[in-house]
C-alpha cells in the first residue's frame, strides 16, 4: 500500500548508529522497493551507512543547538524539555522548522525516529505519522509519562510537573500556528496506534505499557566492508566482542590485559590509529568502521557493550551474556531491567581496568547461568507480551 509513496524518515535527537541501522533495515524491506523516501536526520555523516540515501535526499533535521543540560530526566517529558521545550519561542521554532521542512517534501507519510517535535509538525499538518523506535523513543500515551528510572522512586507529583510544563508549551506552540486549531495533548502524540518497537518485548524501556504494543523482530544490521575482522579458526581462547566508545576510561588498558585469556574482536569508532596497531599487534581486532555485529556476536562467548539495544538485541538472539557499562539514560535503564532478569552485569563506565576483568570474568564464569536465563526470559516475554508478525506491511495499515 506504500507503493510509489513518499516517506520522510525523520530523526531529531539521541545519536549512535542504532537509528541508522534501523533506517537502513526498514527501507531496504521489499514493501518498501518502489517508495521514495528523504531522510532528515540530526547526523547527515551516518547517512553513508543508509543505502537509499544519497545527496538530493538527505536533510538536516531541525534541533535544540544549545547542550542539553546534565539533570537526569525522570521521564520523556523532561527529556523533551531539556532538548528544546524549555520555553514557547524555542518549541515553536522548531516544531516551525519541522512544518517547513515536511511543507517541502510533501510526503505521504512520516517516519518517527526519536523526533517528538517532527510528529508535532506532522500532526499538526494532518499527515499520517508512525513512530519506529526501540521503546525509549516511543513512552506510553499516559498522562504523566511514567518514570524512566527503574532504580529509583519518582514522585507522581514530579512526573506530572515536567509533564504539564511541556504540555502547557505545546499548547502555547499550537495557537500560535492557528488559534482555530483542535488542541491534543502531549500524550496524544504518541497514540497507542502510531507506533511500533522494533526490538524483543523483554527490551522495551516501558515494560508496565498499559496497552498492547507490536513489536517487530530485530533488524538487520548495517553492512560493512571493512577487512579488520579477524576469523581465526585455530585459537582456543574464547571469543569476545566489544563495541565501545573510544573515551571509555582504561579502555586500551582493559582490553590488553582481557587478551591473554580471549580472542577478542571489536568496534571503537574513533579509537586512534597507534592505539589500533598497538592492539592489533598483541592480536586484537579492532575496526573503526561498522563490523557483521550479529556474525561475530553469535560466535562470541561475552558481548561487552554500552547497552545500546542494536547490540543488545542481537546478543539476545544468540543467547550471549553481556558485561554492560552504561553512559546514557535509557542504556541505564535497559541495564538495569537486563541485570533484574540475570542475562548481563553491568558497571560503571569509569570502572578500572581490574574491575573490568574481573567482571567479564565473572561473566564467563557464570556464562551457562546467564544464557539459560535469557532463553528463559525470551520465552516469557514472547508468552506475555506478544503481538508480532513477521511483516513490516501488516502494521502499516492497520494505521494508514
Not at 244 to 273: C, D, H, K, W
Request: proline share 6%.
Amino acid at each position: 500500500m506504500l507503493a510509489s509513496s513518499r516517506v520522510a524518515y525523520c530523526w531529531e535527537l539521541g545519536g549512535g548508529l542504532g537509528h541508522v541501522t534501523r533506517m537502513n533495515s526498514i527501507c531496504n524491506r521489499p514493501e518498501f522497493s518502489s517508495t521514495s523516501f528523504s531522510f532528515v536526520l540530526k547526523d547527515t555523516s551516518k547517512s553513508q551507512y543508509i543505502s537509499k540515501a544519497y545527496k538530493q535526499n538527505v536533510y538536516v533535521a531541525p534541533c535544540y543547538m544549545k547542550s542539553p543540560s546534565l539533570q537526569i530526566s525522570p521521564n520523556f517529558a523532561h527529556i523533551m524539555w531539556r532538548c528544546g521545550w524549555q520555553n514557547d519561542d524555542n518549541a515553536y521554532d522548531l516544531v516551525l522548522a519541522w512544518v517547513q521542512i515536511l511543507k517541502r517534501l510533501d510526503p505521504h507519510y512520516v517516519f518517527i525516529d526519536y523526533a517528538p517535535s517532527a510528529a508535532v509538525a506532522a500532526k499538526l499538518l494532518d499527515i499520517p505519522y508512525l513512530f519506529l523506535g526501540n521503546g525509549f523513543e516511543f513512552p506510553p500515551a499516559e498522562s504523566p509519562f511514567p518514570s524512566i528510572l527503574h532504580n529509583q522512586k519518582v514522585a507522581r507529583k514530579d512526573l506530572l510537573h515536567w509533564y504539564n510544563k511541556v504540555n502547557k508549551t505545546l499548547r502555547v506552540v499550537c495557537k500560535k500556528f492557528s488559534k482555530t486549531i483542535e488542541q491534543f495533548d502531549l500524550k496524544d502524540i504518541f497514540e497507542p496506534q502510531k507506533g511500533l518497537i522494533l526490538a524483543h518485548p523483554m527490551l522495551d524501556h516501558y515494560l508496565n505499557r498499559q496497552i498492547q504494543i507490536f513489536y517487530l523482530p530485530t533488524l538487520t544490521q548495517v553492512n560493512s566492508e571493512t577487512k579488520n575482522v579477524n576469523n581465526d579458526l585455530f585459537s582456543n581462547k574464547p571469543y569476545l566482542f566489544v563495541y565501545l566508545n573510544a573515551n571509555t576510561p582504561n579502555l586500551v588498558e582493559s582490553i590488553r590485559m582481557l587478551s591473554a585469556q580471549f580472542r577478542i574482536e571489536g568496534y571503537i569508532p574513533n579509537l586512534n590509529l597507534a592505539q589500533r596497531n598497538a592492539l592489533r599487534f598483541i592480536g586484537v581486532s579492532i575496526s573503526d568502521v561498522p563490523v557483521p555485529v550479529s556474525n561475530i556476536i553469535a560466535k562470541s562467548q561475552i558481548v561487552i557493550c554500552h547497552c545500546g539495544i542494536g547490540v543488545v538485541s542481537h546478543a539476545i538472539d544468540s543467547a550471549v551474556p553481556m558485561v554492560l557499562l552504561p553512559t546514557q539514560t535509557e542504556q541505564s535503564m535497559l541495564a538495569h531491567t537486563l541485570c533484574k532478569l540475570g542475562v548481563a552485569i553491568s558497571i560503571p563506565k569509569a570502572a578500572s581496568s581490574h574491575q573490568f576483568v574481573n567482571t567479564v570474568n565473572l561473566a564467563i564464569k557464570n556464562r551457562e547461568i546467564m544464557q539459560a536465563n535469557i532463553r528463559t526470559q525470551s520465552n516469557k516475554y514472547w508468552e506475555n507480551r506478544l503481538i508480532w508478525k513477521e511483516g513490516i506491511g501488516t502494521y502499516i495499515k492497520e494505521y494508514f
